[in-house]
């Protein structure tokens, strides 16, 4: 499904919950609604299903406006982490529930139901109650039952919150592998950016109503528009003003103009500082001296926080190479550097 989000705006009472946000979504996109707490996605989520009505702004599906469309009219199916199964259903009434309501023959129900249970890989399980499901198994039938209908549009919120951490990896490559088999437009909330990075095609980061950058993961991660976006995705060094960045400038990196740097917020990522003894750095000329201030094994490789000149800085250390401990002398060099400078970003190298 085409859809296009103009100028989108919610207020509850006094408070405005999603302010200005638009956006387009190409047919057949898994899109990620990413954020904190609060921010606004299940909020944006609810208006695109119809059941929360715009304060102003539209909503168009195939270019036609359905803000007055009710959600059994929109095309749309549903999972949400609260939307459990019905409890006196077994799986196959479950997954045949919208099928009933579409007032579709008992054969082609049976069809089309045996079809998503296959397609759920749950064969042999269609006279089980959800009690007799893992919550695993459960989130796979509410699966099957918001697609049983054949909807245009996915809507998914944290539909993987209430899973264990395990089943919960498996179950999201698992949802990805269905959404591109099936083709449908698919947009998922969450608040968790790995299992956002890991799923998405596009992810969308909403913060306080606003939607701060739309992308890929990788465009977002690696140009990220705003502070915040910034921030919020992966590890960020943000240091506040240039002033005090004096100390690396002229050691690693020139500003093409300084004086727009006067205002800037600068991003620098841990995997963009190598730090280590001199004989390391492919640099040493153009590197600062730092002083180790701990040192965190992170799995696949080492954390390094690094003093320099008034900075904390986080960097990455390969495994491979010698173990740094705290107090020790360090060469640090920047090799790119973001410049937040009011609506402006740079990616300076
Ligand atoms: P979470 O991840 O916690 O679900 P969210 O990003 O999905 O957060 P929303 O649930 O959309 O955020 O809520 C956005 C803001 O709007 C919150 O401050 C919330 O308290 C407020 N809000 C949501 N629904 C209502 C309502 N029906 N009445 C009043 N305020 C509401």
């Known amino acids: 499904m085409q859809i296009e989000v103009r100028n989108l705006k919610k207020d509850f009472g006094q408070f405005a919950a999603v302010q200005n946000v638009s956006f387009d979504i190409e047919p057949g996109k898994l899109i990620g609604l990413l954020g904190p707490s609060g921010g606004g996605k299940t909020t944006i989520l609810r208006m695109l299903a119809g059941l929360e009505k715009p304060t102003s702004g539209e909503i168009l599906f195939h270019g036609k406006n359905v803000n007055h469309l009710p959600p059994q009219e929109r ?191 600068i991003l620098i990522r841990p995997e963009s500082i190598e730090v280590g003894r001199e004989h390391e750095i492919s640099n040493p000329a153009a590197a600062s001296i730092g002083l180790v201030k701990s040192v965190q094994f992170r799995g696949t490789l080492w954390q390094v926080e690094v003093e320099v000149g008034h900075h904390r800085l986080l960097a990455h250390r390969t495994l491979e190479k010698e173990t740094l401990k705290p107090g020790d002398e360090v060469a640090v060099l920047i090799h790119s550097l973001h410049l937040f400078h009011e609506d402006e970003s740079l990616f300076l190298e």
């Open 75 to 265: 095309g749309i199916g549903f999972v949400f982490q609260n939307y459990a199964l019905f409890k006196h259903m077994n799986v196959f009434d479950n997954i045949a529930f919208g099928l009933t309501v579409q007032k579709k023959t008992k054969r082609e129900i049976q069809e089309r139901v045996y079809e998503m249970i296959e397609l759920i890989g749950l064969k042999g399980l269609a006279e089980r109650y959800p009690h007799q499901l893992s919550g695993g198994q459960r989130q796979r039938v509410a699966f099957a039952r918001a697609l049983a209908p054949s909807p245009e549009l996915l809507l998914l919120d944290e539909p993987f919150a209430a899973i264990d951490a395990k089943v919960r990896k498996e179950l999201r490559t698992w949802l990805r592998e269905m959404i591109s088999r099936v083709g449908v437009t698919s947009i998922f909330v969450t608040h968790d950016q790995e299992e956002a990075v890991e799923v998405a095609d596009e992810i969308m980061i909403i913060n306080s109503g606003r939607l701060e950058q739309k992308g890929t993961p990788w465009q977002v991660y690696k140009e990220p528009q705003t502070p915040f976006v910034a921030s919020f995705l992966g590890e960020s060094n943000i240091l506040p003003d240039t002033a005090s960045i004096t100390g690396f400038e002229a050691a690693t990196f020139r500003l093409r103009d300084k004086s727009r740097a006067k205002t800037a917020n």
